[in-house]
């Protein structure tokens, strides 16, 4: 793809209005049309919230679910860990979370099932894994891990990915664990014979985390319990590496949520990173060309949070909104959940 067709595009940094937010989140000042300084961010799904669509109370919910994933994964950072342990950590946070569509609190698919895709990746070195369709593990994500660290595999899928959990000591979790009583009622609506089978988006959907360490060394992950009534055996972008996740040190960290099978098709996660590397585009012109043209282009819309080593994030969407929050390096949290909290960019 030619330079003279990256359109410029500056990812703004601010965020309009805090109100009910975690303990610990502050609000950034306004003007600043980057986000920099970060280490980690996290994103809880792209989608539509605008303001006075839901209560007090499940707002507090939202933020509070992200800044604990960020304060998790950042006392690992602080530790000197490294980032492929904070993205881990923070993911496992909102996969324990029934707020959020990954682990507890994942959709059902059209046989009232939960299966549940996730991947995790290293930009030091590349290496990376993924699980596809698991019904029996509570935290997807370190299964993922497992299968980069533990196998020569990549991915795994269904039935022997929870069997590899199992033999590498991870419990049995029974499908009841997963369930909430909105993803059922979310699973009764979609098989109504009028419903229009779009998936609601409402808030809390995929979630993901990227990080950069002391080291400059860049990880990404991502967790998902995929659409509501969805075909049994359906897997979207989230598993998939260059998809849905990518972690290269060269260029960037980054997790995208969205229409999984247009992801796919149009290799978004990896694309970003090829736009840096190949043609040096800044974090920000690189993802927004791909999210909110490339994809959109192709049918579909979404969202990513980008991280680059510098510190620089994106988050651009071709959604209403997108539900993120971020770290910086000094430990200011910043979470962003209405629409009009995260500019397009």
């Known amino acids: 793809m030619a330079t003279r067709h990256l359109v410029a595009v500056l990812v703004a940094g601010t965020v309009l209005g805090l109100s009910g937010s975690a303990a610990g989140a502050e609000q950034p000042p306004p003007g600043g049309s980057v986000v920099r300084d970060v280490v980690l961010a996290v994103h809880g799904g792209a989608g539509s919230l605008p303001r006075g669509s839901i209560s007090a109370e499940q707002e507090r919910a939202y933020r509070d679910g992200l800044a604990a994933a960020l304060r998790t994964g950042y006392r690992l950072l602080e530790q000197g860990r490294p980032s492929l342990d904070a993205v881990e950590a923070a993911v496992r946070v909102l996969e324990d979370d029934p707020n959020f569509n990954a682990g507890r609190g994942a959709v059902f698919n059209t046989d009232a099932e939960h299966e549940l895709d996730a ?17 029996n593990t509570k935290n997807p994500v370190s299964l993922a891990r497992m299968v980069m660290e533990r196998s020569p595999h990549v991915m795994m899928a269904g039935v022997g990915a929870d069997t590899f959990a199992l033999r590498n000591g991870v419990p049995y979790t029974t499908q009841d664990y997963f369930f909430t009583q909105r993803r059922w009622d979310a699973l009764l609506e979609a098989k109504e014979p009028d419903a229009a089978g779009a998936e609601p988006r409402e808030g809390g959907g995929t979630v993901g985390a990227v990080a950069v360490d002391r080291a400059r060394d860049v990880a990404a992950a991502t967790s998902t319990g995929g659409l509501t009534n969805k075909l049994v055996g359906r897997v979207g972008d989230s598993p998939i590496v260059g998809a849905g996740t990518y972690a290269n040190n060269r260029t960037l960290a980054i997790s995208c949520t969205g229409t999984g099978e247009v992801f796919i098709r149009g290799v978004a996660a990896y694309d970003v990173s090829a736009l840096m590397e190949y043609t040096r585009a800044p974090v920000q012109r690189a993802a927004a060309k791909v999210i909110n043209e ?46 009009d909290e995260t500019p397009a960019g």
């Open 119 to 135: 991947s995790i990746m290293n930009g030091k070195d590349l290496r990376s894994g993924a699980v596809a369709g698991v019904h």
């Open 294 to 339: 490339k994809i959109p282009a192709l049918g579909a819309t979404g969202g990513a949070i980008a991280l680059a080593p510098s510190g620089a994030l994106a988050t651009p969407h071709s959604t209403a909104g997108l539900l993120n929050g971020y770290i910086t390096r000094d430990g200011r949290i910043v979470t962003r959940i209405y629409n």
